[in-house]
C-alpha cells in the first residue's frame, strides 16, 4: 500500500551531516529509489510502471533529456527517473474536498515539499476574485474565463505564456501556434533560465544552438570533458554512457568546484561486476573557482596556439581551421595575449593542473565537451561556452565522429519545445513556415522571455499569466520581487499535474487546469494516441502512457490547447482546432510541413527508436551562420568579482528533487539528511568567517541595487568545495538571485554567481 501524505511540515527542518561519498548508484540508489516509488504507488503499480520507462513501446521518463542507448535493459530507468515516475504516478489525490479544507493563505504559508506531496490535481478549480478557496469549476466555464480576460486586453502583448520543459512536441506546437494566432510572441520557457546561454552561443559561433553529438560519439571519444554539470544526480543514466566510454579507453576531465560523487566512481546497479567494484570516471579533476571557467578554456587554447607555434604537429587543426572557420586571427591574437597569472588566478587551479589538462587535450583526437548549469547560469556565460567551442574549433573537433559540443538539456523535452517554436524570439523562417501552412499573419515583434515577463507583470504592463506546465513563481529569480509581480496580475492560469506555489501566489483571480502526463493512457475520439518528444541529442521519439488516468476529469494537454484555442479565439481562427483534438497524427502532419526535419514525421516516428534530426555541422561539416563558417569569437576574459569578506554562492540541486519538486529531505551523496536549508563553505574560508561547522547563519545577498535579499537560517557545512565559493538548494536561495542580475545575451538569470555575506542567525542586519 501506498502511504499519506506528510502530515507535518518541516519548513524548519533539521539537517544531519556525514562526509560526502565518493561512488554513486549501486545497489543502494536502487533500494531508495524502490522504497520511495512504494510510498507514492504501492507495490505492485510500481512493478507496471517502472518497467514500461524508456521502453520501445512505454513512455519516455519524465526525468531528464539523456537520450536512450540503442540496445535497452529491461530496466532503462535510474533512481531519479524512477522518483519522477513516482511522483507522477502517486497514489495520492487533491481533490475538491481538499482545496474546502486549506485556504490558498494557508497553502502559501506551505513548503513547497509540503505542497507537491500532497498528490495529483483532478479537478479544474478556480479561485475567484477575493475568495480564499478554490472552487471546482466546469471545464467549458475555465476557458470561458480566460477567453474573457484575454479578449479584454488592449493587446495580445499584455499577456504572458510560459511553458516549462516536459510538454510534449504535440501540445508545444499547438500550444504556439495559438498564442501567435492571438497575437503574440510572448513565449518565455524555462529555456530561458536553463540552456539559453548554450543556445546563444551555440548559435552564433556553429549555427545551430543544439548539441553536435549523438550517443555513439561519446562512446567513441578519447577524452571527455565534463564541466558545470553533476550527473550522478541530474542524468544518472549518463554515467552509464561514461562508464561505456572509459571501458573503451577515453579519459574524463571533471570540472567543477565541487567533487560530485557521482563523476568519481559509479557502480552500475545493471551489472554485477559493475555492482561490486564500480568504474573510476574521472582521471582529472579540477576543481575550478565558481565562474573560472572561460579563464581556463582560455588558457587551454593559449597552450595550444603556444605549442602549434613551436612546431607541435597536430595542436592545431589547421586543415579545419582554414575550411571551415572564421574569425581565426582575431581570436588567436587575443587567446597568445592571455596573461598567464592573472588568467589563472580566475580559474583558482594550480598551473601544473591546467598544463595536465592540456596534455591531455593534445592527446586526444576526439574530444566532446559536456556541460549544463555550472556554465550556463552566470553573467559571462555565453562568453564561456564561445570559449569551449573555440577550443574545440582549434581541434578540429566538431563535425568528427567522437567529437563535438554536448549541452546536456534538464526537462525531458525542453529542447524538443523549442524546435517546436516554443521561443520568444522565432526566426524569420519559422514565422513564414506558420504563415504558409495556416493562412494568418503571425507577429513579427520578438516577446518576453522570463525576467522581461516578470518585469512586465511588475510594471503593470502584462496582465494575464498562463502557463503549460512548471513552477514559475519558485523557479524564477528574486522571488519577493517575483511574486509581488504575479500578484498584480488580473488573472494567472496553470495546466498541472501537481500542487505547487505558483498555484498560491495568483493573479487577482487563478485557474488550475488539471492534465495527463506521461504516464497516463490518452484517447481521444481517434483512439488512444501517443505524443512525441525529442531527446538532448535530437533524436525524436514516441511516448505512450497506460496508466489509468489520475482522475476522470483530466484533459490532455493538446486538448486543453485546442478548447482553449477556441473559445478565445472562436470564428477568427482559421486552425481546425476540433480535428487536431481527435487524433494526434494530424497535428504531425502539420508539424512535418512547418518544422524542417520533420518531413513524413508520422511514418518516421512510427520506427522502433525514432529518428535523428539533421544536424549541418554534424553531419556535413556545414555551419549556417552569419558567416557561413564557424566562427571563433574573441571575447574578453571576465569572472564575478567577489568583495573581501564575501563567498560566491551557486544555487544547486539536491540528490532528492526535481526542480522545485521536493522528494525529499535527503542529499545523500554530499551526506546531508533531513534538510535542505545548509549553506556548503570550504573550512577554511567559514573558519576565517567566524562560523563553525554546525553554526547557523543567513545568506545576505550583495548587489549593486543596495536592495537587502535574505534567506535567513542556513546551517553552515564544511565542504570541500573551492576556495571563496558556496553553494545551497534552490529554489529556498532564489530570493537572492537579483531579477537584473543576468547573462548577457541570453539574459539567464545568473543563479550560479551569487554574491553573499554571512550573518550569524537572528542577528539585526547592520545599521537597524
Ligand atoms: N534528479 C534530477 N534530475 C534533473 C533535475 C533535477 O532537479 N533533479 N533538473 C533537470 C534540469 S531542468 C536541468 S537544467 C539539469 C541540471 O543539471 P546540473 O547542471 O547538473 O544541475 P545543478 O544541480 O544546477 O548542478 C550544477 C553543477 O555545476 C557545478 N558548478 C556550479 N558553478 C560552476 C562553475 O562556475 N563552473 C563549473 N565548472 N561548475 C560549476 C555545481 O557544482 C554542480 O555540480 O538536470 C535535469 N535533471
Ligand atoms: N536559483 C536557481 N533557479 C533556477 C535554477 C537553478 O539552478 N538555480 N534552474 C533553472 C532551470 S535549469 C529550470 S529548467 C527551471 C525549472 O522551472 P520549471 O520547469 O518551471 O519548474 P519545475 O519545478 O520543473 O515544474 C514543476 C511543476 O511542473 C508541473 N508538471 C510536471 N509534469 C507536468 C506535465 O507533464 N504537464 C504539465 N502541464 N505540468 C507538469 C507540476 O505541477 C510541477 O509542480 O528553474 C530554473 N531556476
Ligand atoms: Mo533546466
Known amino acids: 500500500m501506498a502511504s499519506e501524505p506528510p502530515r507535518h511540515d518541516p519548513v524548519q527542518d533539521d539537517p544531519e551531516v556525514t562526509p560526502p561519498r565518493h561512488a554513486a548508484a549501486g545497489l543502494p540508489g536502487v533500494g531508495h529509489a524502490l522504497r520511495h516509488a512504494h510510498r507514492q504507488m504501492g507495490v505492485r503499480r510500481t512493478a507496471l510502471t517502472l518497467l514500461r520507462v524508456n521502453q520501445e513501446d512505454g513512455f519516455d521518463c519524465p526525468g531528464c533529456a539523456w537520450p536512450e542507448p540503442e540496445r535497452r535493459h529491461t530496466a532503462e530507468f535510474c533512481e531519479n527517473g524512477a522518483k519522477a515516475v513516482a511522483e507522477e504516478a502517486t497514489l495520492r489525490r487533491v481533490g475538491p474536498a481538499f482545496f474546502a479544507e486549506h485556504s490558498v493563505s494557508g497553502l502559501a504559508a506551505r513548503s513547497g515539499y509540503w505542497l507537491g506531496q500532497q498528490g495529483r490535481l483532478t479537478h479544474p478549480l478556480h479561485l475567484p476574485e477575493g475568495a480564499d478557496h478554490y472552487r471546482p469549476i466546469s471545464w467549458e466555464r475555465a476557458f470561458e474565463l480566460i477567453a474573457a480576460e484575454l479578449n ?327 522571488t519577493a520581487v517575483t511574486e509581488a509581480a504575479v500578484r498584480r496580475a488580473r488573472l494567472t492560469v496553470h495546466v498541472s499535474t501537481k500542487l505547487n506555489r505558483s498555484h498560491v501566489v495568483t493573479g487577482a483571480h487563478a485557474l488550475i487546469l488539471p492534465t495527463l502526463g506521461r504516464t497516463e493512457r490518452d484517447v481521444q475520439a481517434g483512439g488512444p494516441q501517443f505524443v512525441t518528444v525529442e531527446d538532448s541529442m535530437g533524436v525524436v521519439h514516441a511516448s505512450r502512457g497506460r496508466l489509468a488516468p489520475a482522475g476522470p476529469e483530466l484533459l490532455s494537454e493538446p486538448v486543453i490547447v485546442c478548447r482553449l484555442a477556441r473559445a478565445v479565439l472562436g470564428d477568427r481562427s482559421v486552425v481546425p482546432w476540433e480535428d487536431f483534438a481527435v487524433d494526434y497524427a494530424r497535428i504531425r502532419d502539420r508539424i512535418a510541413r512547418v518544422v524542417p526535419g520533420f518531413e513524413d514525421f508520422n511514418a518516421k516516428v512510427s520506427r522502433p527508436g525514432g529518428f535523428t534530426l539533421p544536424h549541418a555541422p554534424r553531419d556535413e561539416r556545414r555551419f549556417p551562420t552569419a558567416t557561413g563558417k564557424a566562427n571563433f569569437t574573441a571575447e574578453p576574459v571576465t569572472h564575478p568579482h567577489v568583495p573581501a569578506g564575501r563567498l560566491l554562492l551557486q544555487t544547486l540541486r539536491s540528490h532528492d528533487q526535481y526542480n522545485t519538486t521536493v522528494y525529499g529531505l535527503d542529499d545523500r551523496y554530499r551526506g546531508i539528511r533531513n534538510g535542505r536549508r545548509v549553506v556548503l563553505v570550504h573550512p577554511e574560508d567559514a573558519r576565517a568567517l567566524g562560523f563553525p561547522d554546525g553554526s547557523h547563519a543567513d545568506l545576505v545577498g550583495e548587489w549593486r541595487d543596495g536592495v537587502e535579499r535574505r534567506a535567513p537560517g542556513f546551517r553552515v557545512v564544511h565542504y570541500p568545495t573551492a576556495r571563496g565559493c558556496a553553494a545551497a538548494y534552490y529554489p529556498e536561495t532564489n530570493v537572492l538571485v537579483p531579477l537584473d542580475a543576468t547573462a548577457d545575451t541570453s539574459n539567464t538569470p545568473a543563479s550560479k554567481s551569487v554574491v553573499i555575506r554571512l550573518e550569524p542567525s537572528g542577528t539585526e542586519p547592520a545599521g537597524t
Open 152 to 478: 479584454a486586453l488592449d493587446s495580445p502583448d499584455e499577456a504572458v505564456f510560459y511553458t516549462s520543459g516536459r510538454t510534449s512536441n504535440e501540445a508545444a506546437f499547438l500550444y504556439q501556434l495559438f498564442v501567435r494566432e492571438f497575437g503574440t510572441n510572448n513565449l518565455p520557457d524555462c529555456s530561458n533560465m536553463c540552456h539559453e546561454s548554450s543556445g546563444s552561443a551555440l548559435t552564433e559561433t556553429l549555427g545551430v544552438g543544439k548539441g553536435s553529438v549523438l550517443l555513439e560519439d561519446l562512446h567513441r571519444a578519447d577524452l571527455i570533458v565534463v564541466a558545470g554539470q553533476n550527473p550522478g544526480t541530474n542524468h544518472p543514466r549518463m554515467l552509464g554512457s561514461l562508464e561505456k566510454a572509459k571501458r573503451a579507453g577515453a579519459k574524463i576531465i571533471t570540472i567543477n568546484p565541487l567533487p560530485e560523487a557521482g563523476l568519481e566512481r559509479f557502480k552500475d546497479p545493471q551489472s554485477p561486476r559493475g555492482l561490486l567494484r564500480g568504474t573510476a570516471l574521472t582521471d582529472l579533476f579540477l576543481q575550478i573557482r565558481i565562474g573560472g571557467d572561460q579563464a581556463l578554456f582560455r588558457l587551454l587554447n593559449r597552450l595550444l596556439l603556444d605549442a602549434d607555434a613551436n612546431g607541435t604537429a597536430g595542436a592545431v587543426d589547421h586543415e579545419f581551421v582554414r575550411a571551415h572557420t572564421h574569425g581565426f586571427e582575431a581570436f588567436a591574437t587575443a587567446a597568445r595575449a592571455a596573461d598567464w597569472e592573472r588568467t589563472l588566478a580566475a580559474t583558482g587551479l594550480e598551473r601544473a593542473a591546467v598544463q595536465e589538462a592540456f596534455r591531455m587535450l593534445l592527446a586526444s583526437r576526439r574530444t566532446v565537451v559536456c556541460w549544463a548549469m555550472g556554465l550556463t547560469q552566470h553573467k559571462h556565460s555565453v562568453a564561456t561556452i564561445k570559449e569551449v567551442v573555440n577550443l574545440l574549433l582549434l581541434r578540429g573537433a566538431v563535425g568528427r565522429p567522437g567529437a563535438g559540443v554536448c549541452p546536456v538539456r534538464g526537462h525531458s523535452n525542453v529542447q524538443g519545445d523549442r524546435t517546436m517554436g516554443i521561443f520568444e524570439r522565432p526566426a524569420d523562417a519559422f514565422l513564414d513556415a506558420l504563415a504558409e501552412e495556416f493562412g494568418f499573419a503571425p507577429p513579427r515583434a520578438h516577446g518576453h522571455d522570463v525576467v522581461r515577463a516578470i518585469r512586465a507583470l511588475r510594471d503593470g504592463a502584462a496582465k494575464v499569466l498562463v502557463a503549460m506546465g512548471g513552477n514559475f513563481v519558485s523557479a524564477s529569480p528574486d
